[in-house]
């Protein structure tokens, strides 16, 4: 425990917990400091000035991250017939109808995106309370309940992220690692703020992303302008 403390205050020397820094100089101090002994992942949070218990503020969406996330994602497809076939094809890890439903119900659940026809929804609906608190239950705002399995799957390969603001306003995802070069970590956390910033709600009122962070898995967070993020 001694030498966690002392990793971690390490970690934040030179890191100024009042300073907001230019998106470009938070992720080079992010990766100066991301010394595990695995390749952390880089993280970004966001303060969204929104209340999503209404729910004309509920913030949803997905970003196709330009570099990828880093991430092994598995992905499993409801469909049968031809699309079972083209989710196959597309590199789908797990693909079937009602007996991929029974594996679910029971409680084996070894993947990481849920896809599904939309004629398979009233099948995969009565999972709700099985995949609905892991954030997998799909979702035609997200692209993932889609007749074009091809692209669903590929766009989940390839490092696409869902994000869902939560109760005290705040979104956040993994966006890339630790051994990703700087340029791409910065035009990966641009493309998520990006999404974020057009998944706006209707309901929202005042500054809409009003702080951002990141950090990564074991370092400390540093805070970015906002105008560093949004208009660069």
Known sequence: MANEGKRIRSAREGIDANKLY???DAVKMIKDRAKAKFDETIEVSMNLGVDPRHADQMVRGVCNLPNGSGRTVRVAVFARGPKADEAKAAGADIVGAEELFETVNGGTIEFDRC????DMMGLVGRLGKVLG???LMPNPRV???TMDVKSAVEAAKGGAVEFRVEKAGIVHAGI???SFGEDKLVENIKAFADAVSKAKPSGAKGTYIQRIAVSSTMGPGVKVDPSSVLNG
């Open 133 to 135: 608190p892991r954030g």
């Open 143 to 145: 692209g993932t309940v």
């Open 176 to 178: 890339g690692k630790a």
């Open 115 to 118: 896809i599904a026809t939309p």
């Open 22 to 24: 230019a998106i470009s």
